[in-house]
């Protein structure tokens, strides 16, 4: 009956002769809201846009639509209508004086009539718990279409236990209509059209118009992608955007008419009330039950879903059009209305809360009141994210402030999201663990076990078919301790290192971990089911990229980056004398790194991975940039100086070998090494798999950047530092010239995909930003630092190669085409290669390189490469000589490249064009 009721009510809503009849709209908005049978009707008659008369009267009812659905909003919340101008013109009159306290407001919520899933979703059911105990919810990745949803949060995570009086949850009871007024309410009324309703029905009225509007929102975008696919009667696609064909600049004499300032209104609202419900958390903490977090859900929701409109308009738009114009005016009412507090103070309050320590070392926690669920928890991600990372073209320039309650404090950034989370807020050892590795780390850990669990690990069946030995012992006397870590068994399973991931010291299970153990076990059956099928098969994980887009606006607050990078876990013990299974600590830091050379592997597959790769990078650029300073403490200090020292376990954090070449470990039975050399690791994983003839310069163009900022560290610092002689460099020196050789061989310069996009510059300058790092390497202090190697018991020579001799050997197989290559893009004689061009000459004259040169009598001393292998004792003697000839050359400070573009991204403010992130934060709203 309720189903059919919506149905019919939705069946009428572009019924001209209903359009001016008050009472119908407050039953479209009061009805339990169907979002897909919603959808559908809206969309129907919303895409004849512009070609009729009727489409003209459709836009005109879904603009009274949103104004009726603002103005029922505002009387359902009671909402004061002093707190801002009206939605309506000026004769509107204040509400009834029913000014409400906190407590009445916010007394109840009931359960969402049905619970619709994005089509991305992977997070299961939108819960939050009470001090994070585990509601009875279904496990389901798709609730029914109709079926009664849980909350976002139910309090303390305890088992729901909702009281009879709660409408949606009794089974016996069905969702019904409120009663209203049966006076007839109009938009220009004073009249509150739900005074007398009851408390409970308040609470569900209030979900429903928020849900509505929602869908008012998604409305556009599904109409906007529709259209856009369709062709006109001139066989032209259509150019249209309905955000802007319902909004307008300014106010028209159409009294339906929207603009800005309805929006604006909505935005009011929406806050006053999400303040209003985190007030009440605070002042009545433990309460059983908070039953107005359901209204806070559906406010996240819409806000952004609306965010979501206006970003694929902006990207869309071109400059200095009438549409781009109306779409910053709508995305400026989110910097007049500010919600960077009250979701701050959401994040937190919902976080397991410290209560005290135990000892110097031991922090005691418990679970909090309300917690969010994953889904929920990414849509705040997205929504901060977004206006975090808005292009500084879209932001507001005022001389004092942008509204009367907010006031610009910072001259370096005129976007007060930036401004709060990234200057204001401030992260201390506690707030990080309670903030960002409670929600964090759980996230990663999940991810990884899916990754490694995807194909096998190369390098364990390696190791394990090592010798005949090892395969008839079944291993029992293998030495290579990389065997011995089962990192998803003991360390990333939730379940078996629960406690670490769960702060509370409880016996109650934390619901958002619960949570997550569900999406696990859902994508591990997907996997089991797909993957034999389709070598391609990937499974996108689509909080990645609200996480990452989360992490890049954090990472320019110097207070989490400096508990970001900081190691808690010192390594005090060699590697033989540490048990695996009570290594199963996690820090963010190592288990992003890792789980990023996974994505990097596999981003071909993926927008969504392709957009979270290029994200990621530009977190690694500035992580490890020579200018990133920390001036949190009493001494500033490089970011780069804590990376430099962060030692990671890569036996426990195994790097993505799951196709061949593989990146092997260090050499040695080490374990640890610097996290600069992890980097490197996973940046080869990126150029191995990633070259294809439509290259992605941007990306590889960051990577450069990110190589050579960590070889000129290498170079500055002292050799036994960091044990440079025990990574395996001729496994790098392979990726970055294969790079190299990939470029000429297949004459990327002259492809369709980068002449038509106006590259061929850009494509010069990777090439150039190449040559520089591999100029880098051939200096003085790498030709002197041997090179360990595993064969300890040879007594040959080839033991005391230099860390460069294998970059020495590749130059010299591929010598004419480094040759050429330099000459075609006229750098044979660039001053800023000096090392290069040093090796060049040094090479020609000890071998012969052309047939020409063979037959040459001058040259009867040069040596022919072909009379020796790798390891002959006269190559390495003869390259080794390399050392004694270092090139006199100095550098300038001010060196000059060659192409404009290389290395631009260094030190640059904004690395990322407009574009660009419009295009990465168009896809996380895509996804959540």
Not at 384 to 396: M, T
Not at 500 to 511: H, P, V
Not at 612 to 624: A, F, G, H, W, Y
Request: aromatic share 10%; net charge negative.
């Amino acid at each position: 009956m309720i189903y059919s009721q919506s149905i019919s009510i939705y069946s009428q809503i572009f019924n001209t002769q209903l359009a001016k009849d008050d009472k119908f709209f407050i039953a479209l908005y009061t009805v339990p809201v169907h979002t897909n049978a919603l959808l559908s009707q809206l969309q129907a008659n919303c895409q004849t846009v512009g070609s009729s008369n009727i489409s003209g009267n459709n836009v005109n009812v879904l603009q009274v639509m949103f104004l009726h659905g603002v103005k029922l909003l505002s009387d359902a919340m009671c909402y004061p209508e002093e707190e801002t101008e009206s939605v309506i013109p000026p004769d509107t009159k204040d509400s009834l004086g029913l000014k409400r306290d906190s407590e009445s407001i916010l007394s109840g919520v009931s359960p969402r009539p049905e619970s619709v899933h994005s089509e991305f979703d992977q997070g299961g059911e939108d819960i939050t718990s009470l001090s994070g105990k585990v509601s009875n919810s279904s496990n389901s990745h798709f609730l029914s279409e109709y079926s009664e949803g849980d909350d976002i949060t139910t309090l303390n995570g305890k088992n729901s236990s909702r009281r009879g009086s709660n409408i949606s949850d009794s089974s016996n009871q069905k969702p019904s209509l409120p009663k209203i007024n049966s006076q007839p309410i109009s938009l220009n009324s004073g009249k509150n059209a739900f005074e007398h309703i009851d408390e409970g029905l308040r609470i569900e009225v209030i979900c429903n118009i928020l849900k509505t509007l929602s869908a008012w929102f998604k409305n556009i975008n599904a109409t906007n992608k529709t259209l856009r696919k369709s062709k006109n009667s001139l066989g032209v696609l259509q150019d249209v955007d309905f955000l802007t064909t319902l909004f307008q600049l300014t106010n028209s004499n159409s009294s339906s008419s929207l603009d800005e300032t309805h929006l604006h209104k909505l935005l009011k609202i929406c806050a006053w009330y999400l303040n209003y419900a985190m007030a009440y958390v605070e002042d009545n903490p433990a309460l059983p039950e908070y039953k107005n977090l359901g209204i806070v859900k559906e406010i996240i929701f819409l806000l952004t879903d609306t965010l979501k409109s206006i970003f694929a308009s902006l990207l869309y738009h071109k400059d200095s059009s009438m549409e781009s114009a109306i779409t910053e005016s709508l995305l400026f009412t989110f910097f007049k209305v500010d919600f960077c507090k009250v979701l701050d103070k959401l994040l937190i309050i919902t976080t397991p809360k410290l209560v005290g320590t135990e000892s110097e070392n031991e922090t005691q926690y418990k679970l909090p009141d309300i917690a969010l669920s994953s889904e929920t928890l990414m849509k705040l991600y997205n929504f901060i994210g977004a206006l975090v990372n808005v292009p500084s073209r879209y932001l507001p320039v005022p001389t004092t402030s942008l509204s009367g309650e907010i006031t610009i404090m910072n001259k370096e950034s005129s976007n007060i999201y930036e401004h709060y989370f990234c200057d204001l807020k401030e992260f201390n050892e506690v707030t990080f663990n309670q903030e960002i590795n409670s929600r964090f780390l759980p996230h990663y850990a999940i991810d990884f076990n899916f990754y490694y669990n995807f194909k096998p690990d190369l390098l364990m069946n390696q190791i394990k078919s090592g010798s005949f030995m090892n395969w008839i012992t079944g291993n029992r006397f293998n030495d290579n301790f990389y065997l011995n870590y089962d990192t998803c068994a003991t360390v990333t399973s939730l379940s078996a290192n629960y406690q670490f991931f769960n702060l509370a010291e409880t016996s109650e299970k934390y619901s958002f971990i619960d949570e997550l153990q569900s999406i696990e076990k859902r994508r591990s059956s997907q996997l089991n089911q797909n993957k034999g099928d389709d070598e391609d098969y990937i499974i996108d994980i689509y909080e990645l990229l609200p996480m990452s887009l989360m992490l890049f606006s954090y990472i320019k607050n110097p207070t989490f980056l400096e508990q970001f990078t900081n190691q808690v876990h010192k390594l005090e013990h060699r590697i033989e004398d540490i048990t695996p299974s009570d290594n199963a600590y996690v820090e963010i830091y190592e288990i992003w790194l890792c789980v990023l050379s996974y994505t990097f592997q596999y981003q071909h597959k993926s927008i969504l991975l392709q957009a979270n790769t290029q994200i990621s990078l530009l977190v690694l650029l500035e992580l490890t940039s020579h200018h990133k300073m920390i001036n949190n403490r009493e001494e500033p200090h490089l970011v780069l100086d804590n990376i430099k020292n962060y030692q990671i376990n890569e036996f426990k954090w195994k790097l993505c070998h799951q196709r061949l070449p593989i990146v092997p470990t260090n050499i040695g039975k080490e374990g640890f090494k610097s996290s600069l050399f992890y980097i490197l690791d996973t940046l080869q994983i990126f150029i191995r798999f990633n070259l294809t003839k439509r290259i992605n310069l941007f990306n590889f163009k960051l990577v450069n950047a990110i190589i050579y900022q960590i070889i000129q560290e290498f170079n500055n610092t002292q050799s036994e530092t960091l044990a440079i002689d025990s990574y395996p460099w001729g496994e790098f020196f392979k990726s970055l010239t294969n790079l190299l050789l990939f470029i000429k061989k297949h004459d990327l310069v002259a492809t369709k995909h980068i002449t038509d996009l106006g590259n061929v510059n850009k494509l010069k300058s990777l090439v150039e930003e190449i040559l520089i790092i591999i100029d880098l390497l051939l200096n003085e202090k790498f030709c002197n630092i041997i090179q360990m190697t595993n064969d300890v018991q040879s007594s040959g020579s080839h033991i005391l190669k230099s860390i460069n001799y294998e970059l020495l050997y590749i130059i010299l197989l591929n010598y004419q085409l480094v040759d050429n290559l330099m000459k075609d893009f006229s750098l044979e004689n660039a001053h800023h290669l000096p090392n290069l061009r040093n090796c060049m000459d040094f090479l020609d004259s000890k071998f012969h390189l052309t047939e020409e040169s063979k037959q040459n009598e001058e040259n009867k001393s040069k040596i022919d490469l072909i009379d020796f292998d790798y390891d002959s004792p006269v190559l390495i003697k003869e390259l080794s000589e390399y050392a004694k000839h270092p090139a006199t050359e100095n550098i300038d400070s001010q060196v000059v490249y060659k192409y404009k573009d290389t290395f631009k991204c260094i030190n640059a403010s904004d690395v990322m064009s407009d574009s660009q992130k419009l295009k990465i934060i168009n896809i996380a709203l895509e996804v959540y």
